[in-house]
C-alpha cells in the first residue's frame, strides 16, 4: 500500500517492483541496518507521488463501481451515484431468534459448575427479553414452518437457562448436548435468511445491469467493505464471483477488508486495479502483485535458512 506505515516500510504484500528492487540493491542480505540517504528518501518520495496520481487517473478511469456495505448497496457510475437499501426482511428476525443460544453459550463460557453472581445476572437480563421477542414474532408475515422453528428455538432455550438459574450451575457436557441440539435449527435459520439476502441482492443488482449498457457492464468492478471474520465464503462475495465470472477476488470483485470509510475503500480498488497493470507490464500476471512480491523467494529460501 502506498499510506506510510511499518507494512509499507517492510515492503508488503502490494510494494511495487521498482521500490522492492531497489531496496534490495541497497540493503543486500546480510548488510547492516544503515540510515537512508536523503537523496534515496525524496526519490522515493517521488515514486510515491506518481503511483497516488496514477492510481487516481487509472480508477476515474475504470467504468462504474458498485460498493456494497451491509444491506447499503451504492453504484457509482460517471459521476451519478444511486443508493439502495437492500434488506430481506426476514433476515434480521430469523438471525436474532438464532442468536439466542449462541448468547447463552457464550454467556457460561468459559465455566463449568457453579455459576457466579454476575453471570446469573445476566442469564436473567437475557431470559427477560425473549419472550416480548418471540410475541412480536406473531406480528411479522413469517410462513407456518418458520415459526414454528422459531418458537421451537425459544423453547429450548427458556428450558435450559431456567434450569440453570435454579441450579446455578451448569456442566459443560450439557452446554454442549444444548448447542449441538440447537444447531440444526439455527442452520435452518441461516439457509433461510441465506436464500433471503441472495434473492435482494440479485432482484436489485439486476435492476441496475438492465440500466447500463453492456459496455459499462463489462467495465463494472463491485467492492465489498467488511471486517475479517466473515471474508472467506462471504454470501455477496460468492455472488459477485459468479455474476461477473470471476475466478476469485482481486479482478473485478475486491473485498476492502475493514475500510469503513468509503474513499478508502475506493482508494483500495484503484490500488487493486494499478497493481493489476503493473504485474501484467513487469511479469504477465495481472495477480502477481496481489500477493507479496518477496513471497517466492521466501519460499527458495526458507529451507535454507529453516532446515527441517
Known amino acids: 500500500m502506498i499510506a506510510n506505515n511499518a507494512r509499507s516500510r517492510t515492503w508488503g504484500r502490494i510494494a511495487l517492483p521498482v521500490a522492492s528492487i531497489l531496496a534490495l540493491l541497497i540493503f543486500p542480505a546480510g548488510a547492516p541496518a544503515q540510515t537512508t540517504p536523503p537523496a534515496l528518501t525524496a526519490l ?4 510515491r507521488s506518481a503511483y497516488a496520481e496514477a492510481r487516481t487517473r487509472v480508477l476515474a478511469s475504470s467504468g462504474p463501481t458498485l460498493i456494497v456495505n451491509g444491506d447499503r448497496f451504492s453504484l457509482l457510475d460517471s459521476g451519478k451515484r ?5 434488506t430481506a426482511p426476514i433476515y434480521d428476525p430469523v438471525k436474532t431468534i438464532a442468536h439466542i443460544p449462541l448468547a447463552i ?3 457460561l463460557t468459559p465455566g463449568d459448575g457453579s455459576i457466579g453472581d454476575d453471570r446469573l445476572k445476566t442469564l ?4 427477560e427479553l425473549i ?3 418471540e410475541a412480536s414474532l406473531d406480528t411479522l408475515k413469517l410462513g407456518p414452518a418458520t415459526l414454528s422453528r422459531q418458537k421451537q428455538i425459544v423453547a429450548g432455550c427458556l428450558s435450559f437457562i ?3 438459574a435454579a441450579k446455578h450451575r451448569f456442566n459443560r457436557s450439557s452446554l454442549l ?3 449441538r441440539r440447537m444447531a440444526p435449527l439455527i442452520m435452518q435459520n441461516v439457509a433461510e435468511a441465506t436464500r433471503a439476502q441472495l434473492d435482494a441482492t440479485h432482484a436489485q443488482v439486476s435492476a441496475w445491469r438492465r440500466e447500463l449498457s453492456p459496455q459499462k457492464w463489462e467495465q463494472l468492478h463491485v467492492v465489498i467493505i467488511g471486517p475479517h471474520m466473515p471474508r472467506e465464503d462471504l454470501v455477496v462475495m460468492q455472488y459477485f464471483l459468479r455474476l461477473l465470472h470471476e475466478p476469485r477476488e482481486g479482478g473485478r470483485v475486491i473485498y476492502a477488508e475493514s475500510l469503513w470509510e468509503e474513499p478508502a475503500a475506493l482508494d483500495s480498488l484503484g490500488t487493486h486495479l494499478l497493481d ?3 504485474g501484467e507490464a513487469f511479469f504477465g500476471d495481472y495477480m502477481r502483485m496481489h500477493r507479496d512480491l518477496l513471497g517466492d523467494a521466501a519460499k527458495q529460501y526458507l529451507p535454507r535458512l529453516l532446515p527441517e
Do not use: E, K
Open 44 to 47: 522515493n518520495n517521488a515514486f
Open 177 to 179: 448436548t444444548f448447542t
Open 105 to 107: 453459550y457464550v454467556i
Open 162 to 164: 431456567d434450569d440453570a
Open 131 to 133: 419472550p416480548p421477542a
Open 276 to 278: 493489476g497493470q503493473v
Open 82 to 86: 444511486t443508493d439502495a437499501d437492500v
Open 124 to 127: 436473567s437480563a437475557l431470559r
